[in-house]
């Protein structure tokens, strides 16, 4: 299983010889300026709610690639209305993808799409298949439900928003990480703006103090998952 950092939240996982792409941000991103929406031919486009910063290229990149979106019954409903083929879920749900099992489980956070269409509720995802585990925890505060993911789910890596101010900051990380217990996390949802600029070095620390390995990818970078 690779994972690619494309900036802010979206996030692209290779895996079984499938393509995902979570919340697709991108020509809006200067900071992603390198990456070519055009170049990315995702299987599925998984968004974790309807907020712009994770919704913004993913009609353009559905329509180009002929994927799938899989998100919440209302996101879902939305794109079909611009003829995108969905698969709806809900919280609590899982499914057994093509490229692995897909649960969803709680964020705390907002949901509204770009037109001001009701978003549902906003979410995280679980993938789990023979690669490896994952935790993509979208936009979210600390929240005890997150302690439920390791009552199903032994993490290899868990993806966390870390900017602060919209989301969880570094505090609010180091416990969520401790709360799904990762020992690997990658960091997400920072330096995008203005409001959510971090100090990575005090952020690794912090982290590494609690025996936390976080990683910060350059965009447009990847990492494994070990084999082991
Ligand atoms: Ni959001
Ligand atoms: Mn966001």
Known sequence: MEIFYLGHGCIQVNTLGKTLLFDPFITPNPLAKDIAIADLHP???????GHEDHVADAEAIAKNSGAKVIANFEIVTWYGQKGIDGHPMNHGG??????????????????????GTYGGNPAGFVLSNSEGTIYLAGDTAVHQDMKLIPEFFTLDLAILPIGDNFTMGIAEAVLAAQFVQAGKVLGMHYDTFPYIEINKEEAIES?????????LLAIGSSTSLAQD
């Open 43 to 49: 299987d599925y486009i998984i968004l974790t709610h």
């Open 94 to 115: 899982q499914w057994p993808f093509d490229f692995g099992t897909l649960k969803m489980v709680n964020a705390l956070h907002s949901s509204v799409l770009p037109d």
């Open 207 to 215: 982290f590494k103090s609690k025996g936390i390995e976080l990683i």
